[in-house]
């Protein structure tokens, strides 16, 4: 374990929501040598049981759904780069946004840990548009079937980061959570893969108060 993983093994910051795969659990966790802090901000409207996700147009993650964020900058504080990135990716400005989970994402090719600061907004100023790096679109938090009924998709797992369906239960549950997801590289032979196409090697989700996590 490197200094960041032993800071974060499971079970250290709270009641483990979930951890896998069963036949991973053995693997260490990679090492990392350096971390870097990004913000992850989602829009929703809890009376509608709606959440605005952005389908990202390029970089990172690009022809996936997500919330809008990215890294902080040198000098800012992550609460300001979490209302920068919104800006920029969304065009909206928050006005109530509220800190509610924080995950660590390590890669098999990248020596980078990327510590991700997860918020919610309930209020702000504009409506959600499109802008360079993200393409917004409303979606229902009810399952599939209820979904429909109120004409809106429910969330598209299949064209997310595959982590994303082990932590929004505790999300959208509005528990506060904490957790970490490590990713194989891709597999081999597959021509032009990215860094971000490889599978999952092991994690693990907690539901924990944030207060413990220093910034
Ligand atoms: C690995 O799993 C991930 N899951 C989810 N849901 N979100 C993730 C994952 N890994 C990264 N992210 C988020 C964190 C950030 O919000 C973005 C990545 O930020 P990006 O690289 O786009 O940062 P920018 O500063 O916007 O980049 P530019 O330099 O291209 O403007 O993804």
């Given amino acids: 374990m490197d200094q960041f993983a032993s800071l974060l093994a499971p079970g250290s910051i ?19 040598s350096s971390v870097k802090q ?15 996700l952005g389908l990202k147009k390029r970089g990172f ?21 979490a209302k920068r990135e919104l800006l920029e990716e969304a065009n909206i400005t928050a ?10 994402f390590a890669f098999e090719n990248s020596p980078v840990l990327m510590d991700v600061h997860v918020y ?6 504009q409506e959600p548009e499109e802008t360079e790096e993200m393409l917004p679109k409303w979606h229902s938090t009810l399952p ?5 009924s109120v004409f809106l998709p429910s969330i598209p797992f299949d064209n997310m980061w595959p982590d994303d369906e082990l932590w929004f239960p505790l ?7 904490v957790g970490r997801v490590d990713f194989n590289k891709p ?21 924990a108060s944030l207060d413990s996590m220093k910034a």
């Fill in 14 to 32: 709270g009641s483990v929501h979930t951890e896998g795969p069963s036949n991973s659990l053995h693997l260490p966790w990679l090492t990392t």
């Fill in 38 to 52: 990004y913000t992850l901000v989602f829009p929703i409207i809890t009376g509608e049981n709606k959440i605005c």
């Fill in 61 to 81: 993650g690009v022809g996936r759904y997500n919330g809008f964020g990215g890294k902080v900058e040198p000098g800012e504080t992550v609460l300001d780069a």
């Fill in 95 to 104: 006005i109530k946004i509220s800190s509610c989970g924080r995950m660590y």
């Fill in 120 to 125: 919610r907004i309930e209020e702000w100023e």
């Fill in 144 to 148: 599939a079937a209820q979904a429909e």
């Fill in 171 to 177: 999300f959208l549950a509005k528990k506060s959570f």
């Fill in 187 to 207: 597999v081999d032979g597959e021509k032009n893969s990215k860094m971000e196409d490889g599978p999952m090697r092991k994690w693990w989700f907690a539901e």
